[in-house]
Nanobody, 126 residues
Framework: QLQLVESGGGLVPPGGSLRLSCVAS????????IAWFRQAPGKDLEGVSC????????NYADSVKGRFTISRDSAKNTVYLQMNSLRPEDTAVYYCASPPSCSYYKRWGSSHFGSWGQGTQVTVSS
């Protein structure tokens, strides 16, 4: 059974950092495009970042560019999202998923959301 499990969320003050993990079971993450998404209360799903399988190149939403970094650890079959300089508007439930391509991962996420894992809650507050 193919499964992605998110972890690493928590409560941090503004300006703080967190590292989210996306662990795969049942398949090798190296072979897949992996993306992070988030959903804040009362808001639509937002595509945050994406990493390609072929060359590990990355995409970022403008709202997180320069603050978040997506990376892959093949040995641990894990994709990370390092989040620095966190802001209250980053508060959301964060999900990872495997879209077919980073080129349209945001649109893909909006149409496929609902059959994913539980996500991990990130709360940025003083």
């Amino acid at each position: 059974q193919l499964q992605l499990v998110e972890s690493g969320g928590g409560l941090v003050p503004p300006g703080g950092s967190l590292r989210l993990s996306c662990v795969a079971s049942g398949f090798t993450l190296d072979d897949r495009v992996i993306a992070w998404f988030r959903q804040a209360p009362g808001k639509d799903l937002e595509g945050v970042s994406c990493i390609r399988s072929i060359d590990n190149s990355t995409n970022y939403a403008d709202s997180v560019k320069g603050r978040f970094t997506i990376s892959r650890d093949s040995a641990k079959n894990t994709v990370y999202l390092q989040m620095n300089s966190l802001r209250p508007e980053d508060t959301a439930v964060y999900y990872c998923a495997s879209p077919p391509s980073c080129s349209y991962y945001k649109r893909w996420g909006s149409s496929h959301f609902g059959s994913w894992g539980q996500g991990t809650q990130v709360t940025v507050s003083s």
